[in-house]
């Protein structure tokens, strides 16, 4: 079975500061996995996504993450926090032919002034 | 284009009320549907998913059903809400899981 895991609940960085979130991912296949933001009292919004060709990915807001396989890892990160990047992040994986995305438990960032 | 509606956006309900949540979607057809329910400090958790009209899958045992009575419209129902069902329910749509999901706004009910 497949799932992810999200390191750190919570995340508190200050503005202008590196964000790192982590999600680490277990599958016995090579997943596509992907990063959601969700602001307060509103759905989920996709900020980028592994599909098994650039091991780098590039998303919306100028968030980034690196598929790396032989940590089973795929770390997001921001260079630059701002304000408005305060909201929960959620990993998620999905193994070929199934019909669900497997959520990690989130982690809510704080963006500190 | 494609888009997703939920409706309410915030509903308050007092123990034992019939419940009902609507979501359709446009621009698309036949999609995979899903509804999920964040409780505070409990991450997302899957309802129930349709892959076709009047097919459904429950995830979790509970006091909540769905049903799809047309194409593009997935409804979540209860006969009497429990306290426990206060949350924020959120329908999603997929045509290809290799896009991910798409998500409605939410619906932030509270049963009192």
């Known amino acids: 079975a497949q799932s992810v895991t999200q390191l750190g609940s919570h995340v508190s960085v200050s503005e202008g500061a590196l964000v790192l979130l982590r999600c680490n991912y277990s599958?016995?296949?090579?997943?596509?996995l992907f990063w959601y933001v969700q602001y307060p009292n509103q759905g989920l919004q996709l900020l980028l996504k592994?599909?098994?060709?650039?091991?780098l990915v590039k998303g919306i807001n100028g968030f980034e993450a690196e598929f790396k396989k032989s940590e089973t890892s795929f770390h997001l990160t921001k260079p630059s926090a701002h304000m408005s990047d305060a909201a929960e992040y959620f990993c998620?994986?999905?193994?070929?032919?199934?019909?669900?995305?497997?959520f990690g438990g989130g982690t809510r960032v704080l963006v500190k002034p | 284009s494609q888009t997703i509606h939920q409706w309410p956006a915030t509903l308050v309900q007092p123990v034992g009320s019939p419940l009902s949540l609507e979501c359709t979607v446009e621009?698309?057809?036949?999609?995979?549907l899903y509804w999920y329910r964040q409780a505070a400090g409990r991450g997302l958790q899957l309802l129930f998913y349709?892959?076709?009209?009047?097919?459904i899958s429950s995830e979790v045992p509970q006091n909540l059903s769905a049903s799809r009575p047309q194409d593009r419209q997935f409804i979540l129902s209860s006969k009497k809400l429990l306290l426990s069902d206060s949350g924020f329910y959120l329908c999603?749509?997929?045509?290809?899981?290799?896009?991910?999901?798409?998500f409605g706004s939410g619906t932030r009910l509270t049963v009192v």
């Open positions: 599958s016995s296949v090579p997943p596509y």
């Open positions: 621009g698309t057809s036949n999609p995979n």
């Open positions: 999603a749509w997929s045509t290809d899981l290799l896009y991910g999901y798409t």
């Open positions: 592994y599909t098994s060709a650039a091991t």
């Open positions: 998620a994986v999905w193994k070929a032919a199934g019909n669900k995305l497997t």
């Open positions: 349709s892959i076709g009209i009047d097919q």
